[in-house]
């Protein structure tokens, strides 16, 4: 009796085919997996959006960027020139000075993220905070640990626990990353003066809605920074850390950033997802589009393609630009 059976040639051309239909069907399975990460970072700001409202309605006014108990400092001293189409002021290069041993305090610390718990779903780790006590101290590693899921977008492969480091590599202990980060606003030095930004959120701001008259619609809240590009604590700032760009990220550049930009970020030089980004500069996981929360609560989409100058315009509350955004 003669057994019939594949001929090597016919297992060759069904391994073939399968090849194909794999190589033709992966790409449209991760874009399918992309669209739905997108969808979710869209939802995780537009949740954002609502308790930043909630947060207005009921102090009246925004959240600040993060909590400072000390006094402001000495507000920065114009520019000499507007930034020009080569270059920029010496005053927005220096932004951070040189590594040292003197830690600036910052604490308690807590963020526009923290304090807006109750309106995320996260109440009862809300009242677990002693918001009288610094973000860093020992008490505090079970909460800052803790992953806020509203506060991770899924396309950001970097979100985790992670150590914070201060300006000479020794530990300040452990906290879980987020990807976004409020908006300081247009140019400003976080590091050095993060009281003194002209955007929605600064150290101890109290903007109220009403202070944004470049349009609630056209004004950054909040936007991505992605942890696989910068790691920064949900929590908030912890005094002597520093925010830097992490190991392996696509960018061309290593950058270490004072504890003020942990919770601020702010439209610098460069584009948005550009290879040259510093740890303060907007950064997402989703290729060449970025994700931003305005004030009105909407969420919209912008890339590395989009004018500088409207980026900055969107990034102040009060500058009087004229800007339009689809």
């Known amino acids: 009796m003669r057994r019939r059976g594949f001929t090597l040639i016919e297992v060759l051309v069904v391994i073939a085919i399968m090849g ?47 909590l400072f108990f000390g006094t402001a400092g000495t507000p920065p001293g114009a520019p000499s020139a507007a930034p020009s189409a080569v270059g920029v002021d010496k005053m927005y290069i220096f932004d951070a000075p040189p590594p040292g041993i ?35 101290v020992d ?6 640990t803790r992953s ?64 944004i008259v470049d349009g609630q619609s056209m004004t950054i809240a909040v936007g991505e920074r992605a942890a696989l590009f910068a790691k920064a604590p949900w929590a908030g700032v912890i005094s002597g850390g520093t925010v830097r760009t992490t190991p392996g990220a696509p ?5 270490v950033e004072l504890a003020p930009a942990m919770a601020l970020s702010r439209m610098g030089n460069r584009s948005l997802n550009s290879p040259f980004s510093e740890p303060y500069d907007y950064f997402s996981g989703h290729g060449q589009v970025v994700y931003f929360l305005f004030a009105d609560g909407s969420v919209r ?23 339009s955004v689809q």
């Open 148 to 211: 806020i899921p509203v506060a991770n977008c899924p396309s950001d492969y970097g979100s985790g626990v992670f150590t914070v480091l201060n300006e000479v590599n020794e530990s300040m202990g452990q906290a879980h990353t987020t990807s976004y980060a409020a908006s300081f606003g247009s140019f400003g030095l976080i590091n050095t003066d993060p009281d003194f930004g002209n955007g929605l959120f600064q150290r101890n701001s109290r903007i109220r809605m009403r202070d």
């Open 20 to 66: 194909v239909l794999i190589a033709i069907l992966l790409p449209a399975v991760q874009s399918a997996r992309e669209a739905a990460r997108r969808t979710q970072c869209r939802n995780n700001l537009k949740q954002i959006g609502l308790a930043l409202h909630i947060y207005h309605d009921t102090h009246a006014t925004l959240p600040p960027g993060y």
């Open 251 to 255: 960018v061309f550049t290593a950058t």
């Open 102 to 136: 003197q830690m600036d305090p910052n604490d308690p610390g807590w963020s526009w993220l923290a304090l807006t718990l109750p309106y995320i779903d996260q109440g009862a780790l809300h009242n677990q905070i002693d918001f009288n006590q610094a973000v860093g």
């Open 139 to 144: 008490a505090h590693i079970p909460i800052r």
């Open 301 to 323: 989409s912008l890339t590395g393609s989009t004018d500088h100058s409207l980026l900055h315009a969107m990034a102040t509350r009060a500058e009087g630009e004229v800007v």
